[in-house]
């Protein structure tokens, strides 16, 4: 039986991780659909009803709230990000990071 060379750990932060892009992804994939329709409607000179507009200003307002986040999330120095690099560092013999 041949082994990858991967920890339990490793696979972990790895499966942590990609989910951790998929939802970045999706929220600004999500932020920048909302903003272009509503930049297309604009020019397009569609007219939009009183509550639709107050729906959408709340759901632009809600999506740079969550856009906010994972732009704290990507460029905040996370202590928690640290310590699972210290661990993968702990689980390979190697020291990489001065944690």
Do not use: C, P
């Not at 604009?42 to 759901?59: A, R, Y």
Request: glycine fraction near 10%; hydrophobic fraction near 45%; charge should be neutral.
């Amino acid at each position: 039986m041949k082994q990858s060379g991967k920890s339990g750990f490793n696979k972990l932060v790895i499966s942590i991780m990609r989910k951790r892009w998929f939802i970045s992804f999706g929220i600004l994939f999500t932020f920048v659909a909302i903003t272009t329709g509503i930049l297309l409607s604009i020019h397009s000179g569609v007219k939009v009803d009183g509550d639709w507009k107050e729906v959408l200003l709340l759901l632009l307002g809600a999506f740079i709230g969550s856009f906010s986040k994972v732009i704290d999330y990507w460029f905040s120095d996370g202590d928690k990000d640290k310590v699972l690099f210290q661990k993968m560092d702990e689980e390979d013999g190697e020291t990489l990071s001065n944690t």
